[in-house]
């Protein structure tokens, strides 16, 4: 099957690899700003690279439905198409997204799953439309979100499913055989997209799980969660849960643990094991001082 494939980040290289692997043919590949990897691929595989700074206007939409495409493929993209571009392939456009649905339209629905504690999140193949994460459900996969898990680890997980699902999805669309599920566009949750400053830990009103999840939401290629001591910035990486309850004044760190410290959330203390400080990191025990107040 013909494709014009859109792309952005990991996700949009690891499946890129597997439709080419497959044997579909790339017509071209739309890109958000130039990144190496996508270039090496369009060069080995002869598809040229495209940077439109307006995906939608006019002249765009022409070219690209000079390439005769079935269908578009959204890898990672993350630019809004319009009815003029969605409507161009016969095949219909499909976008990979990386939440559970309906519960996690929008944007960073990997960090929104573990920050809101859930247990599992999803990857899903959809239909596009002019909604936001709308559209009709072709593929979604299911999997588990642990305790432990960061953003980089489930982004990981992501990684490793979308491929053989995307695959999966394309083949079902060249043979007719696709089957879809459709979204009520009421039912379910949008999120908004997060700003570096969201993920500014606020002692006084946190709970330690509440705590813990931004930490492990945000810990990957995002802006750390973070916290300020006397002024200077400080990014958290990791923390864990404690089994005793230690209470007091919100934000101050009452003891230390070999290289970690306690630091008192809005319930009870959390154990932070892991900080960077001006790009470095530094050991927890050694960078605080029992009685310091974070902010």
């Known amino acids: 099957m013909k494709l014009v494939y859109f792309s952005k980040g990991m996700r949009g290289i690891?499946?890129?690899?597997?439709?080419?692997?497959?044997?579909?043919?790339?017509?071209?590949?739309?890109?958000?700003?130039?990144?190496?990897?996508?270039?090496?691929?369009?060069?080995?595989?002869?598809?040229?690279?495209?940077?439109?700074e307006r995906v939608n206007a006019p002249e765009t939409v022409e070219r690209l439905?000079?390439?005769?495409?079935?269908?578009?493929?959204?890898?990672?993209?993350?630019?809004?198409?319009?009815?003029?571009?969605?409507?161009?392939?016969?095949?219909?456009?499909?976008?990979?997204?990386?939440?559970?649905?309906?519960?996690?339209?929008?944007?960073?629905?990997?960090?929104?799953?573990?920050?809101?504690?859930?247990?599992?999140?999803?990857?899903?193949?959809?239909?596009?439309?002019?909604?936001?994460?709308?559209?009709?459900?072709?593929?979604?996969?299911i999997y588990p979100i642990t305790p432990q898990d960061t953003h980089a680890s489930v982004l990981a997980k992501t990684l490793e499913i979308f491929p053989a699902l995307l695959v999966r999805v394309l083949d079902q669309i060249e043979d007719g055989s696709v089957q879809v599920v459709k979204q009520d566009p009421l039912a379910g949750s949008y999120y908004t997209r997060r700003y570096p400053r969201d993920s500014r830990i606020h002692w006084e009103r946190m709970t330690d799980v509440q705590?813990?999840?931004?930490?492990?939401?945000?810990?990957?290629?995002?802006?750390?969660?973070?916290?300020?001591?006397?002024?200077?910035?400080?990014?958290?990486?990791?923390?864990?849960?404690?089994?005793?309850?230690?209470?007091?004044?919100?934000?101050?760190?009452?003891?230390?643990?070999?290289?970690?410290?306690?630091?008192?959330?809005?319930?009870?203390g959390i154990l932070v094991e892991e900080i960077t400080v001006a790009g470095k990191k530094l050991d927890p025990a050694a960078y605080f001082q029992i009685g310091d107040d974070l902010e």
């Open 14 to 52: 690891a499946c890129l690899q597997a439709v080419l692997e497959a044997g579909h043919s790339v017509s071209a590949v739309v890109g958000v700003s130039p990144e190496e990897e996508l270039e090496a691929l369009g060069k080995e595989a002869g598809f040229p690279v495209l940077y439109p």
């Open 211 to 268: 705590v813990h999840n931004l930490v492990r939401g945000m810990h990957g290629p995002y802006p750390a969660a973070f916290t300020f001591r006397g002024g200077e910035n400080v990014e958290i990486n990791q923390t864990r849960l404690l089994k005793e309850t230690i209470r007091g004044i919100p934000g101050r760190i009452p003891h230390k643990r070999e290289s970690s410290v306690v630091v008192l959330a809005a319930n009870r």
């Open 65 to 141: 439905r000079s390439y005769g495409a079935d269908c578009f493929v959204l890898s990672g993209y993350n630019k809004i198409l319009r009815s003029p571009v969605i409507e161009i392939p016969p095949k219909g456009t499909i976008n990979l997204h990386g939440g559970r649905l309906p519960e996690y339209r929008g944007a960073a629905p990997i960090n929104w799953q573990i920050i809101n504690g859930e247990k599992s999140g999803g990857c899903c193949i959809i239909y596009v439309d002019e909604g936001i994460d709308t559209g009709d459900i072709i593929a979604q996969e």
